[in-house]
């Protein structure tokens, strides 16, 4: 049986990549349109090849290092286990990239031969699909080759699938299996935190160049072709939300498996697993339901590729895929839950130590927990960001009155909006401590993302047809082509909502089943009551108090670092405008190199020093004052890269709506209520009065206004919030491969 | 000689009020001026009166049912106490308002008679000492009263005094002492928050419907009398940051020393004090080393009251008055600790439970520990604020290229200035807890506002001085006149920086010492070892959560509040000046009373859900979910707090700097530079630009820009900033009174 259901993960393995590798050459093989629009998509490609390839190679130096001293410190198990994740993570955004830069153009073409939306989105779709594949693929692979391989050796794979377990195999766990294992995702969460902060300083930096000449100064619309930072722009979206947004992802897959792993593991070592059948179970569910999921997302990406005429409501499409592939996993994850744990007694089951809850289920409805917590914390960014709510008309509104207070009333929408999504959280850590004790935290992160393969593609078809759409505006094409992209990239907006709940979460889950692990990892305890990290200690309190002070540094370098990328910019587009007067007419083509190059060089040289940073401080501090300031750590920047994390996605998802709200016109009605007003008024003042505020759409002091607000914004939901999200795993991890080391030697033990 | 030192305390509080008497009626006997200065000064008196009458009606009823409930649930003597704590707390406030309103066209005329500004300084600073003085001695007076008379009963201060304790004493001690001191606290709390939210709505709400019509649409100067919130927007001056500063301080104060006295008998009760001399010792130093401050303040302000003849260079004679207070504190405090603690043998002294590892001097030295990291976190706001270093250079340098940079720099700045304070206080609580354990952690606290009668006296002196600016424009008088005020002002906001680090520092340092006692009051322990706040608990991460959030949320509430109500003054500064357009002609009188009773209506409005949600927050769910839950609250709110305050206080500071560079021509060495390019340009672009870039200073696109930073700024700094100082404090103290019930009946206990 247990053999079976490993099977199901290797099948889904390579069902994934195999359909990833047909879709890629299906996109690929299509037609790339007009001269000029291979022209531009050229361009866009071989920017963002560039990025990547300088970008990898300072990674490479980095990652070198870093596998080095693993490899001297820990062991060569972690080493390379480390290097498989980097290599895989670096692949995987590397792919989805790739095949990104070919999609757009291809998107643009079908839009513009087939001038039907259904079309276009299965374009689209596949070609965000590879990238959704690709990162659960290439994920599940590495997991099981260093899961299997590594972490226990090969001869193990029989004894754990029957659950019988030698003495080699508990030497194997005890020896190296946390560090192999944590090995790995350090891989994978150091490749996500330079792609996402690289990335996201980049394609920020373009953004924000791009409107701040573009739009306020010039007057031109967005992907003017006489902008000369346009490109550059579209290069961005590539590289951060694509390449970025995917060994993200990757790497919380990763951690959430992982995680459960991990912890089942120590606590086996500690005695807290009284069966070996149960240590199996536990070791193998996260693997096997993240395999499930795979295969659950094959069929829901499938209900769009192969569906032979998709509607016009592209919405319903991407719903309907993601909720198959939610359903199905749901579903399934259910059989899975109850196979794996039921032959092994109920008393062993829900004794406290494990803390089963409710038997052969609880893992399961700790997964169930984190999907509906992942959900509920996305409907509520929805309520707060989007304008069909009270928050973002109110920003709005007050963008009648000037910047000051658009930006006022978006960063008191930020603030408050942390409230709720944090209450949501803790219920939901509460619920699934209740159900399955500390691995039931780790099994609501791995619920969240155990169908992440479909959620990727539709985080990724997003950036593809917001390229295909600037593809379209620069090559001239037909409006009607840019109206059909437009609205594919709209719908791409808001299901991203709920990503970012699923993202927060599971970071938030993820990191807190790795503290434990850590905590585990130099304590020597065997009771769960026993696993202690006590705040009134001043060693652990100062330690929170300083790591709660980290993501408001990191946060506020990753800022600086977009304003002073942004400068350049604006300072090359001020420049060309300035010396070739022609741009602005259309006479003259604009140097686009030049500000690819300035984006690029920007980011490359603003995202050493934050990741560096967050990477060396758990360590650094660790071999200073030991692990209970680490712990501490852990904890405060934990909570508060929570805080910050909800604080920028909202407060930036709302400036950003509030500008659109106001561009569709929805300070219209207060034109409306004026109109009427202006047949009943007697007073001039009336009238003049109604004249000020009649102007209130693209274009008004109130538009400039919430443009404002939107810049600001720009790099605190893009840039800023997601690196948090890998700020506190990737602290978690590093914490969890080198605790073993300072916890016996540190600068405190050898004073005190 | 304990008799003695309890005798300084008592000569400090005559002497201190007396003092106060004096200089009150020695300012009110000077002549107000002009007519139109009496006529101005009058209305800003009445202003402020009126607003804090109403506010402290409404504050009235809240305290009034509080004292019910606390009389109901706790004790008579709590609730006696709690009554106590807060018409102290009221008073001082408004005593120092009341003399503040006397003083500010007094020093006006001042400066308008003699032109000096040594004569100008002596009257405001008189105004201010009052202020100063009757914080320092009510706070002290009540302190006494509540420790001695209903703390222990009267019976018990001989034995307290001599250190040998009775039976009966520790009866005292174990049925009301922590409780009745505790409602004390939670008097001078309620008062604090409510006279700082909703001064800090007042305030902030008059100056940015003051600024946003003002400055921005009609063009007019700061305290132009053609404005018609400029009246409201110096009353807020006087309700805001007089009496709004002073009870926070008087709170401050006072939460510094019961936190120690409190933490002494609980230490006590949990067999943790090995000796009863050593108890005497510990309760009264505290308030024998507030009282000597307080004497050495008297010293410090009597050199600028008494000194005939002041220099011109205000702040070093302002500096100097500070100094004395403080260089005197530290010296009397170090014989202070050695006479109270050099009798107790060393053993004692020195066990593990109490931890004076350096003997006697350890408060002492824990209290200049305090000092230290007040003064350090203070220079380090000045380096992130102040327009002489490169961060707020940088802001202002941005704002070049319009609002949105300016923004962004702005809190990129305050992110990055979190991180280098809180090291400073991690250092210090490890410090202070190395020197003397939990009790040098409120020592630490103790130490930085033991000058407060000093530190108050300079606080309160600038809003004296803007205010007497605010007259002499609006009077129109000679610019001489404004151009001495101006002087004074600029001097008051320099010092009010160190006033912030020690703001900060100290409510830290006295919500952990609070939330010591909170555990201490319904663990059962005996080693200072078990005091265990484990974060691991399910139970406690989800408060520690939720608590980490309640900042965020207090902080948007607040900034929505002053947002909703500036924007209720726009409206109504701009129907005045359209209704009456003589008004912008000067030759009509703008309605001002309208203006300050919108402010007065919203301010009333707006501060009852943001106060009255934390002081439910953890009663509420201290009754659902139990003590452990309301633990994590109290920490995760401490750490975000202290985050969001020094982040809100130090953007805020350096955006109103960064936009007050541009006035002073800061940007100009640019222009500089365009000249010299001028003379060398061939080309037409380069001077085309040098003009672009020319008009750098007052009323340039930079320096829009960079009032948009300060008006976003201004309700960050002088509202929610200060207004975070109190959150951790009330909440502390409120789940310090309601814990001994919460701990027994709970929800969560019933089901679980």
Redesign the interface.
């Known amino acids: 049986m247990e053999n079976l259901l490993l099977i199901i993960a290797g099948v889904a393995i390579v069902l994934a990549i195999a359909y990833a590798v047909f879709n890629y050459f299906c996109v690929k093989k299509l037609e790339e349109g007009t001269e000029k629009m291979g022209e531009i998509a050229g361009a866009i490609r071989i920017g963002a090849n560039a990025f990547i390839k300088y970008e990898y190679k300072l990674v490479a130096i980095i990652g070198a290092v870093i596998a080095v001293v693993v490899f001297i410190v820990i062991s060569w198990q972690a080493a390379i286990a480390f290097v498989i994740g980097a290599v895989l993570s670096a692949s995987a955004g590397w792919v989805g990239m790739k095949i990104a830069t070919y999609a757009n153009v291809r998107v643009t073409n079908t839009a513009r031969e087939s001038k039907d939306v259904g079309k276009t989105l299965k374009v689209a779709f596949k070609g965000g699909s590879v990238m959704g594949l690709c990162v659960a693929g290439f994920a599940l692979l590495g997991v099981v080759i260093v899961f299997l391989v590594f972490g226990l050796g090969l001869g193990q794979i029989d004894e754990i699938v029957k659950g019988e377990i030698s003495k080699n195999f508990i030497t194997g766990l005890e020896s190296s299996f946390t560090m192999t294992l944590s090995g790995y995702a350090l891989g994978c969460s150091i490749i996500a935190m330079f792609n996402r902060v690289g990335g996201g300083i980049y394609t920020k930096a373009a953004d924000?160049g791009a409107d701040?000449v573009g739009k306020?100064e010039a007057h031109i619309p967005e992907d003017d072709p006489r902008n000369p930072a346009t490109i550059a722009d579209n290069v961005g979206d590539n590289v951060g939300d694509v390449a970025g947004l995917g060994s993200d992802l990757l790497e919380s897959y990763v951690g959430a498996m992982l995680s459960a792993v991990i912890l089942a593991g120590e606590m086996f070592m500690h005695g807290m697993v009284l069966s070996e059948k149960l240590l199996s179970s536990l070791l193998l569910f996260p693997i096997v339901f993240a395999g499930c999921g795979l295969l659950a997302c094959i069929i829901g990406i499938s209900y769009i590729v192969l569906k032979p005429r998709l509607s016009k409501n592209v919405h319903m499409e991407l719903n309907i895929a993601t909720w198959i592939a939610a359903g199905v996993t749901v579903g399934v994850g259910c059989l899975i839950s109850y196979f794996m744990f039921k032959d092994i007694p109920a008393d062993i089951l829900k004794t406290n130590e494990i803390g089963f809850k409710v038997g052969e289920f609880s893992p399961w409805l700790a997964a169930v927990c984190g999907i509906i917590a992942g959900i509920v914390i996305g409907v509520i960014s929805e309520y707060y960001t989007s304008y069909d709510y009270k928050p973002t008309k109110g920003i709005a509104q007050?963008s009648k009155?000037?910047?000051?207070?658009t930006?006022?009333?978006g960063?008191?929408?930020?603030?408050?909006?942390?409230?709720l999504p944090?209450?949501v959280?803790?219920?939901a850590?509460?619920g699934s401590?209740?159900l399955a004790g500390m691995y039931g935290i780790s099994c609501a992160a791995l619920g969240m993302l155990s169908f992440v393969a479909a959620t990727v593609s539709v985080d990724t078809y997003g950036p593809i047809s917001d390229n295909a759409g600037g593809i379209a505006e620069m090559s001239e094409l037909d409006p009607e082509v840019r109206e059909i992209t437009d609205k594919l990239d709209s719908v791409g907006n808001t299901t991203a909502a709920i990503g970012k709940g699923f993202a927060i979460g599971s970071a938030a889950f993820a990191a807190?089943s790795l503290?434990?692990s850590y905590?585990f990892a130099f304590s020597d305890i065997n009771l769960i009551e026993e696993?202690?990290?006590?705040?009134?200690n001043?060693?652990?309190?100062?330690?929170?108090?300083?790591g709660?002070?980290?993501p408001?540094?990191f946060?506020?370098?990753l800022?600086?670092a977009?304003?002073k990328a942004?400068?350049k910019m604006?300072e090359e587009v001020r420049r060309q405008f300035?010396?070739y007067p022609g741009i602005l007419d259309g006479t003259q083509v604009p140097d686009y190199k030049t500000c690819i190059e300035i984006s690029s060089q920007g980011a490359l040289k603003e995202m050493r020093m934050p990741c560096i940073f967050c990477i060396l401080f758990p360590i650094v501090t660790g071999f200073i004052f030991g692990p209970y300031f680490v712990g501490g750590v852990l904890?405060?920047a934990t909570?508060?890269a929570?805080?910050l994390a909800l604080?920028c996605g909202n407060s930036g998802g709302a400036w950003d709506n509030a500008k659109k709200y106001i561009e569709a016109g929805g300070l219209k009605d207060v034109k409306e209520d004026l109109e009427k007003l202006k047949e009943d008024a007697e007073k001039a003042?009336a009238l003049?009065?109604a004249k000020a505020e009649e102007n209130v759409g693209k274009g008004s002091p109130a538009h400039d206004a919430a443009?404002?607000g939107d810049?600001?914004g720009d790099?605190?939901k893009d840039t800023v919030g997601p690196s948090l999200d890998i700020l506190i795993k990737i602290m978690s991890t590093i914490s969890l491969v080198a605790v073993v080391v300072f916890s016996e030697w540190n600068l405190f033990n050898l004073i005190f």
């Not at 009155?401 to 207070?405: F, H, I, K, Y």
């Not at 960063?411 to 409230?419: D, E, F, Q, V, Y």
């Not at 001043?538 to 929170?544: E, R, S, T």
């Open positions: 924000m701040l306020t007050s009155e000037g910047p000051a207070l930006v006022t009333q960063l008191a929408t930020g603030m408050i909006s942390c409230m944090v209450v959280l803790a219920l850590i509460f401590y209740q807190l503290m434990t905590l696993l202690i990290l006590n705040i009134m001043p060693l652990v309190l100062c330690g929170a108090l300083c709660a002070a980290l408001f540094f946060s506020g370098l800022i600086k977009v304003a942004a400068r604006v300035r010396e904890i405060g909570i508060t929570i805080m604080f003042e003049a009065d443009v404002v810049t600001v790099p605190l």
